[in-house]
């Protein structure tokens, strides 16, 4: 399986784009560098094999490759990012993607669509987060360049502002749920799509247990989750645990760190 991340060279706290970011509070570079290292060191022990996108100055979110866009095999959608602060992004993802020789489509305007970080395959299901960033319009024209159909979630807490916050597909079967996320139509359609939801408690999702990744059967959360590693290891995972208390203050976490490719 391959991944895109990029060093969090320029990764900082720079704007304030969601309710997690606050400039006042610094990011202490090492620590991110250190916590991204562990990442990528866990991601290549459990056979993953990662491309690296090259970080730019000023362009502190692009380290969250999540959000770059979606990957289905030659085809890659960009993302159109909802906030102006992210959208010099676009072009140096497009220009990576494009010199890989992916088949580049963009999200036509005005819609929003954030990648990875709204729209999760689980099984042969395609589950796409709506509201805060990405726009339902934008969903219909992803899966319809998909040539598929999808499920779409309506989220309502601003906390959890993409899909990739509060569900986490661990396998075909299991899924991290944090509940209050959604509004209550989604919330339903999770449960009857959903074999096996498991329900993240509000402290847990709080430090982002529902940004968890998993390869094959090993899964990886961060650090203080307890609950929801306890679930995860009864499920027959193997569980490991990071701090990514750096990425937490721009409301990032493991997850949005990897963009499957
Ligand atoms: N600061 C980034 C933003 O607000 C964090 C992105 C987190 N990515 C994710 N896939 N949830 O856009």
Redo the contacts with the bound molecule.
Sequence with gaps: MKYLMCPPAYYE?AYE??P??HVAQKVDKILAEKQWRALYDWMTAAGAQIELLEPIPGLP?LV?T??AGLVHGERFIKSR?R?RQ?RHEEIRIERWFRAQNYDVTTVPEPYFF????DALTMGSELYAGYHF?SDLEALDFVAGVLKRDYCALELKDKRF??L??CFAPLDAKSALIFAPAFEPYAYLTLLEMVEDPIAVPENEALRFAC?AVSLGKKALLPSGCPQTRAAVEKRGFEVSELDFSEFLK????A??LVLKL
């Design positions: 706290v784009i969601n997690w970011m979110d969250f999540a959000n990012f906030h992210r954030e990648g990875e970080g960033r502002y993409h990739d916050t940004n721009s409301g990032g976490g997850k949005c």
